[in-house]
């Protein structure tokens, strides 16, 4: 103990020494600059007895606070950086593993062009990461970075070889013999127009590329053997010619049984492409993929959001409207196949359509479904532990539905002072695969939003924006408004309600496939929120005050589950 | 102790960010991606001694195609009276990428765009929240930015610009 509050001590000097020092290198330009970003969340919790929030639940943690700040110094061909972290306690919602603070973060890099070599915690990716990503993603409380060395050379121009070789975050575990995997790897990549000298001029650029990842994870299993090495390996294409792209990868890993596949000897695979073309004023894109027990993490026992070697991308579209974004879908790294194409077009001005400014139209459809899995020879059902647990073909089709997205967007500016987003979509989200809520009926949901702006002085700015749910399923039926106004560029203030009005009866009922009939009774419930804002340069203060519904939280892939709430809450965020 | 030590790091934080004042940054050498799948190295970033934009989106940030639509309307005065370029570097993961060229080509936008898919770049700007939007002068120094989008923003820009190009004092903004 003593021990560790020494560490701590030291650990806090030397970033002091190395702050001040830094402090005073950025006067003096050739030492070298510095930069680096804050923040702070921190939420007060109050009792609601119409959320079911009592005091025995929030525990005495009535407020809870997770923070970071991150600090980068270079000089020339060196650079080196420090995260601390705190999450006293995390706030609700965040993983309790991660509370406590301390420096989650630290590494040095030299880069001389030639060669770039990283010590410490890096990110990167292979390809499009199906077999090797690490990133973070804070405001989800997601961070997988590899703490170990990392080397990008780049012998010639276009080539470019990686490797990499290290252990994974797990929230504040150190790593120590045997307590998780060792992740090794290496990509090349090579872009042929400059390595071929005849492809130099040509319109048509190529790039090929190629990594191999592989996990080593001591086998103390008492009943299975377990393969101590597992590699996954992935070739990749991208093509271009000129608004037309092509890319495309497929990936292999060797046998893993782990906690996710449930301890199956199977192989995986898995296939990603996508094209697009596009000119001026029109756009078009179609991407395809296919994925069967995919999934790869540091420590084969482990489940949920954390020691990802690899990254399975979802093929939807992320929404950012709150009800549009009620129901997001995450990849099923067991299996899946999507689909997901979009178009976009500008509606030319002064035709009729168009108007004076033009109109701009985005239609997206997205679904993904089961891949079809029929019995091993050695075993008795699907996904027996111990056996090769099913054989899947290449490609194959299941017939189970898991999600699916049919929307449109129009964006159009009417006059001088009015602007106007108006979208719509359909939803079917297979609740019982996508949350694991075995015997929950598919949600079918369809959502409109309006978003208008109207600029009435140079920098003031009101918008006003309405969005409503329709779904016989789940909670039922959502209507939403909010009201913001702006004073450009510092000042925002904004009133918004969610109303969960059910339907009618405020009575939820379903058939289940038995022929057994299910009701719920749901009560009728607002979820207003004040906030206010102010902005000056890259410092952001939010402040905001009301209830919070249960929602699922995405960023980038990753999805979080926000619980329910109600209080108050401050964000504060700076860089510099 | 604990809170000691966190008061303390924040302490000299402010201390940091005090003491940055007049000192510009200029932009670390990052590998990122153009739309059509190639490597570019973040020291390209270039626009012949004038001013350039840098600015942070995504797909699903609709402040954040806000604020380039908004600018892409006015973008070929401001190229003309400041010779200013744009870079918008869209920090979307690989399932949306290849959506942003049409995107942009759809919209009609005349930016240079990069794709920064695992956010190198985004972290060594230190962008927090998106939009988030730097200037650079002429000589590639880094003197304003700013995070955030509404309407009227862009007429800060703009005069921030003209007097960037102009060598005049920013401080105020």
Not at chain 1, 113 to 139: L, P
Not at chain 1, 349 to 365: H, P, Q, T, V
Not at chain 2, 2 to 25: E, R, W
Not at chain 2, 109 to 136: C, Q, S
Request: charged residues 20%; proline residues 3%.
């Amino acid at each position: 103990m003593m021990n560790q509050n020494i560490q701590k001590l030291l650990g806090l000097l030397s970033l002091s020494l190395f702050l001040s020092f830094t402090a005073f290198a950025q006067q003096e330009g050739k030492f070298g600059q510095v930069s680096g970003s804050f923040q702070f969340d921190a939420q007060m919790y109050q009792p609601d007895e119409k959320l079911g929030i009592t005091d025995s639940i929030i525990g005495g943690k009535t407020a809870r606070m997770n923070a970071f700040g991150n600090i980068i110094y270079r000089l020339g061909n060196f650079s080196a950086g420090v995260r601390y972290e705190a999450y006293l306690p995390p706030m609700a919602g965040y993983d309790n593993r991660l509370e406590g603070q301390g420096f989650a973060n630290r590494w040095a890099r030299y880069n001389t062009g030639i060669i770039d070599v990283t010590v410490g915690n890096f990110y990167d990716q292979f390809g499009t990461g199906m077999i090797f990503r690490a990133y973070e993603e804070w405001t989800l409380g997601y961070d997988n970075s590899v703490d170990g060395v990392r080397a990008i050379l780049t012998p010639a121009k276009g080539v470019t070889i990686k490797g990499i070789w290290g252990t994974q975050r797990y929230f504040w575990d150190k790593y120590e013999k045997n307590s998780r995997g060792i992740v090794r790897g290496g990509d090349m990549d090579f872009f042929l127009n400059d390595i071929i000298s005849s492809l130099s001029e040509s319109k048509t650029k190529i790039t090929l590329g190629g990594g191999l990842v592989s996990r080593y994870q001591a086998d103390m299993d008492p009943i299975y053997k377990l393969p101590e090495n597992v590699a996954a390996w992935s070739g990749r294409m991208n093509l271009s010619y000129g608004g037309f792209f092509w890319l495309t990868e497929y990936a292999h890993k060797i046998n893993d049984p782990n906690a996710i596949n449930n301890f199956i000897y199977k192989d995986g695979q898995a296939i990603y492409s996508s094209v697009s073309y596009s000119q001026k004023g029109f756009g078009i894109s179609a991407s395809a993929k296919w994925i069967d027990n995919m999934g790869f993490k540091s420590d084969r026992a482990v489940t949920g959001q954390s020691l990802d070697i690899n990254f399975l991308p979802p093929l939807t579209k992320t929404h950012s409207y709150s009800l549009m974004a009620m129901y997001p879908y995450a990849t099923q790294p067991n299996g899946e196949a999507a689909f997901q194409a979009t178009i976009n077009y500008h509606v030319p001005k002064k035709s009729a359509l168009g108007g004076k400014y033009g109109m701009g139209i985005e239609l997206n459809f997205s679904r993904t479904q089961s891949i079809k899995k029929t019995l091993a020879s050695d075993s008795d059902v699907i996904g027996e532990p111990g056996t090769l647990g099913y054989e899947s073909k290449f490609l194959s089709l299941g017939d189970e539905l898991y999600f699916q997205d049919i929307g449109i967007e129009i964006d159009k500016k009417i006059n001088r002072h009015f602007k106007l987003i108006a979208s719509a979509d359909l939803f079917n989200y297979n609740m019982d695969i996508i949350e694991g809520h075995p015997g929950e009926p598919m949600v079918d949901a369809f959502v409109w939003v309006t978003d208008l702006s109207y600029r009435f002085k140079r920098k003031h700015s009101i918008r006003w924006e309405m969005s409503q749910l329709l779904t016989k399923q789940d909670q039922g039926n959502w209507l939403a408004t909010t009201i913001e106004y702006n004073f450009a560029p510092k000042w925002f203030l904004a009133i918004m309600d969610q109303y969960n009005y059910v339907n009618k009866d405020g009575v939820i009922s379903y058939t289940t496939p038995e022929g057994e009939i299910h009701k719920k009774t749901i009560e009728k419930l607002h979820y207003p929120t004040v906030s206010a804002g102010y902005t000056k340069g890259t410092t952001r203060v939010l402040l905001s005050y009301g209830r919070q519904r249960e929602g699922i939280l995405c960023v980038g892939g990753v999805c979080r589950v926000v619980p329910k709430s109600n209080g108050f809450k401050i964000t504060i965020t700076s860089s510099f | 102790m604990k809170k000691l030590g966190i008061l303390f790091s924040f302490l000299l934080f402010t201390f940091v960010v005090t003491a940055q004042n007049k000192s510009y940054k200029t932009l670390p050498s990052v590998n990122v991606k153009t739309i059509t799948g190639e490597s570019f190295n973040t020291s390209e970033i270039d626009n012949d001694g004038k001013p350039i934009i840098i600015s942070f989106w995504a797909l699903w940030c609709h402040p954040c195609i806000k604020e380039l639509t908004t600018i892409a309307d006015v973008y070929e005065d401001w190229q003309e009276d400041t010779g200013v370029k744009l870079y918008a570097i869209s920090i979307d993961d690989v399932r949306s990428t290849a959506k942003v060229g049409p995107l942009v080509n759809g919209k009609g936008w005349e930016y240079e765009v990069l794709l920064d898919p695992n956010g190198d770049f985004k972290r060594a700007m230190n962008v927090n929240m998106i939009p988030h939007t730097f200037v650079l002068d002429g000589n590639k120094n880094i003197v304003w930015q700013h995070t955030s989008f509404a309407e009227g923003a862009e007429l800060d820009l703009i005069e921030i610009i003209e007097k960037v190009k102009n060598g005049e004092d920013i401080s105020e903004h």
